[in-house]
């Protein structure tokens, strides 16, 4: 991660256009493959996992 980059929901999908093209994105799948590396090989880069987890919701 880029240092002191802010991430916010407001940086995410907002029109219906933008959401459609995010649904073909794998971002669960992703985020999924950073916490296996964490957990399992990458302690430190459990921060930056944390932050990118914040926004799987609305990618």
């Known amino acids: 991660m880029q240092e002191k ?3 916010s929901k407001s940086q ?3 029109t219906p256009t933008e959401m ?3 649904q073909n994105v794998p ?7 950073i916490m296996y590396a964490v ?3 990458r302690p430190d880069v ?3 996992q944390n932050i ?3 926004f799987q919701q609305n990618p």
């Open 12 to 14: 995410g999908a907002s």
């Open 52 to 54: 990118t987890s914040r």
């Open 20 to 22: 459609k093209r995010m």
């Open 5 to 7: 980059r802010k991430l």
């Open 39 to 41: 957990r399992c090989t």
């Open 27 to 33: 971002y669960a799948l992703a985020v999924s493959s």
């Open 46 to 48: 459990a921060f930056a």
